[in-house]
């Protein structure tokens, strides 16, 4: 394991000018030992083991030497200032990152024991077991019941036309559209709300019965009302489903996560229960984020 050290002086820190001092709960400096996570980064019950892992976009290093297990039916949180590298991280889970020419994964990923990025692997496949969901809700310009049955007729799940209606219309139940759409399953997507549309790319998620569904930002482009409607969805779908979830809402991480990860520089300075990264985080650079000392 590279332990190389890192010294990090968070934004704010580096405002201050010779003239004022730091206040006296404020960290001049905080130093986070490359690899190493506070907290609990493991966990017994891994879908995903992910060793090591380095991300780079041509010379820049965007994730530095992180390792996290992601339970079974877990639903963790991702946090950190603006390009910490939580997306880039999440991206990872599902090979996203493939179609950027630039970018270079390297370590040890592993889902259900298998290498992620195993050349002979079927990333089609792959992406139907995991998920993802953007933050901008991006439906094809079809009907919303198109939307919804083009992943499982394209992955052969439905024999009979029968079996493709009853996985759109127990895909829309489980994303809690069912009852809005159900007589109007014709009508373009496109002229849904957008948290409409976004729990319909929810549904066209899980047609597909994934392991686990990756979010970005899912509730970015809602309003509070769409954004608490995903959230008791994250929860209901947490009992089938593993949950990762990228987002710039302390409360909303708060909210859905059982586990919470802060990013920091490339970093994963710290992985634990949810409660206890917002009410005694280890890490003084948690502390410092969550506290909006910076961020
Ligand atoms: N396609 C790309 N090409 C080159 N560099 C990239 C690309 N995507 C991200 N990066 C760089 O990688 C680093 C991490 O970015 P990333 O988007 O993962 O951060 P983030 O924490 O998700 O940020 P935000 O919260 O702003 O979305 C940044 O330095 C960013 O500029």
């Known amino acids: 394991m590279n332990t190389m050290n890192a010294t990090v002086t968070s934004e704010a820190d580096m405002s201050e000018t010779e003239n004022t001092p730091l206040p006296e709960t404020k960290p001049a400096e905080a130093t986070i030992e490359e690899g190493v996570t506070v907290g609990q980064p493991f966990a017994d019950d891994a879908k995903f083991q992910l060793r090591n892992v380095e991300v780079l976009y041509g010379e820049n290093r965007a994730i530095k030497n992180i390792s996290l297990d992601i339970a079974r039916n877990e639903v963790i949180a991702f946090i950190g200032p603006s390009g910490c590298g939580k997306s880039t991280f999440l991206r990872c ?59 499982p007729r394209i992955h052969g799940l439905a024999n009979r036309k029968s079996d493709l209606d009853d996985i759109v219309e127990n895909s829309l139940r489980k994303a809690g559209l069912w009852e809005e759409v159900k007589d109007r399953l014709d009508a373009t997507a496109t002229g849904m709300s957008g948290g409409q549309q976004q729990r319909l790319c929810i549904a066209r998620a899980i047609a597909v019965s994934p392991e686990v569904v990756l979010m970005d930002e899912p509730c970015s482009a809602l309003d509070p009302i769409a954004t608490a409607k995903v959230e008791e969805l994250i929860a209901e779908l947490s009992e089938s489903y593993t949950i990762v979830i990228v987002t710039h809402s302390m409360q909303q991480a708060a909210r859905v996560s059982h586990r919470t990860a802060y990013f920091h520089l490339g970093h994963l300075v710290e992985v634990n229960d949810t409660n206890k990264v917002f009410t005694s985080p280890e890490h003084e650079l948690t502390e410092s984020y969550i506290t909006g000392r910076f961020g």
């Open 93 to 151: 889970l599902n090979r996203m990152n493939d179609s950027i020419d630039i970018c270079s994964v390297k370590g040890s990923l592993q889902l259900e024991g298998q290498d992620l990025y195993d050349p002979k692997r079927d990333v089609v496949e792959l992406r139907a077991r995991v998920g993802m969901v953007f933050q901008k809700p991006n439906p094809f310009p079809k009907s919303i019941y198109e939307n919804v049955a083009y992943g």
